[in-house]
């Protein structure tokens, strides 16, 4: 079964715009990933947060976590036309193993 | 580096037919994955390995069979082709060692599956 779901399914916005996605999860996590992957192309990492953390910057990227709500969020700063992808947040339980639980994605359009 | 490498990109199986994916990874990773992509599913784990000579099932395992006979190798079998494993399939590898990038997978560029 799923471990993430994600909101919005979809987004469209104008370059320049902020985009923010959020993540849900079900149970305790060791860290949350987030990756982006362009049409037809294979996953890329962009920033992981473990759970004793609240706030990871990278960038125009800015990743919160909440363990008490089991929820995070990606905000895309001052967004671009390149950053037009889908993007996964991926939970992982246990580092021993380091399996990713993903969530279904959200797909982000930002129109030049 | 050519990082993570996937044989075929693409294939097309017959019902019944048996065929074997290959992934190859040159950063001399432990851990290796294997997933499929479904359309607005995500992706689900077949596969793992937390190092050379082993292996264990993921979430949806079953029709799939797995070997790391080498580090740098992770194959992916499938024995019976049925038509539900029409998919993406993403192969992925970790390095495993303590440290910042320890827990981030490289994903390879995928094979595209179609059974008819």
């Known amino acids: 079964s799923q471990q993430g779901e994600e909101d919005p399914q979809a987004l469209s916005i104008q370059e320049g715009e902020n985009a923010t996605m959020n993540c849900s999860y079900k149970?305790?996590?060791?860290?949350l990933q987030w990756y982006r992957q362009n049409s037809g192309r294979g996953l890329v990492h962009l920033i992981l947060?473990?759970?004793?953390?609240r706030e990871k910057h990278s960038g125009r990227l800015r990743v919160t976590l909440d363990t008490s709500k089991k929820s995070s969020s990606l905000l895309i700063t001052a967004s671009r036309a390149a950053d037009t992808a889908s993007y996964f947040c991926?939970?992982?339980?246990?580092?021993?193993?380091?399996?990713?639980?993903f969530g279904q994605g959200t797909t982000l359009q930002v129109k030049p | 580096n050519a990082g993570v490498t996937q044989t075929p990109k693409f294939r097309v199986l017959k019902t019944g037919q048996s065929m074997t994916l290959l992934c190859a990874q040159d950063?001399?990773?432990?851990?290796m994955y294997w997933y499929r992509q479904d359309p607005g599913m995500g992706l689900r784990l077949i596969h793992y390995?937390?190092?050379?000579?082993?292996?264990a099932k993921g979430e949806v395992p079953d029709g799939y069979n797995v070997s790391r006979l080498k580090k740098q190798n992770f194959l992916l079998g499938l024995e019976s082709a049925a038509p539900s494993q029409t998919s993406v399939y993403f192969c992925?590898?970790?390095?495993?060692?303590?440290?910042?990038?320890?827990?981030?997978?490289?994903f390879g560029p995928g094979t595209r599956l179609t059974v008819l």
């Open positions: 992925a590898s970790r390095r495993g060692t303590s440290g910042g990038a320890a827990d981030t997978q490289y």
């Open positions: 149970t305790s996590i060791n860290n």
């Open positions: 947060i473990r759970s004793n953390e």
């Open positions: 991926a939970t992982v339980i246990s580092s021993n193993t380091g399996k990713l639980i």
């Open positions: 950063m001399n990773h432990e851990y």
């Open positions: 390995s937390v190092g050379e000579g082993t292996t």
